[in-house]
């Protein structure tokens, strides 16, 4: 099986609580290489470009806040089936409902505030890691 590229992003109200440790971890746990990482203060206007796909929904400016209210740390993650094995890592959007021993289930706060995004298909994958890195920073 071939090997997959994925973004990871460590989301404010996990780097606030100091727990990016802990979250990649859990990440390389399950199988999952980070083969480029940079720690970054997202601005809204990054925030906005990189969630537009969302822009008419009513959580859109809630989330872009969010996301550049402190420093994220974005990743790309590696390995064989690496966007279904983070999603899965990740669990469920809500950490309510997320499965135990997710990221989401042991560390999300709420369902905006859920420690982790990743991304949700190849296509997107493609588009998300190239919105913050560039093909030379990412060292396999």
């Known amino acids: 099986m071939p090997l997959e590229r ?3 992003i460590i989301k404010p ?3 606030k609580r ?3 440790g802990k979250i990649n971890a ?3 746990e399950a199988g999952l290489r980070i083969v480029a990482q940079k720690r970054i203060r997202m601005t809204k206007a990054q925030a906005e470009g990189f969630y537009a796909v969302h822009e008419a929904r009513p959580f ?3 989330l872009c806040n969010a996301m550049s209210s ?5 990743q790309v993650l590696e390995s064989e089936n690496a966007i279904a094995k983070n999603r899965e890592i990740m669990g469920s959007t809500n950490p309510a409902t997320a499965d135990a021993g997710t990221i989401r289930k042991e560390f999300g706060v709420n369902i905006q505030d859920n420690s982790v995004h990743g991304s949700d298909s ?4 493609k588009i998300e890691i190239a919105y913050f890195f560039r093909p ?3 060292v396999g």
């Open 70 to 74: 402190a420093p994220v740390v974005v």
């Open 60 to 62: 859109f400016n809630d």
């Open 136 to 138: 030379e920073e990412i």
């Open 6 to 8: 994925t973004l990871s």
């Open 26 to 28: 859990k990440l390389e």
């Open 122 to 125: 190849l296509e997107n994958a």
């Open 18 to 20: 100091n727990i990016t």
């Open 13 to 15: 109200d996990a780097t």
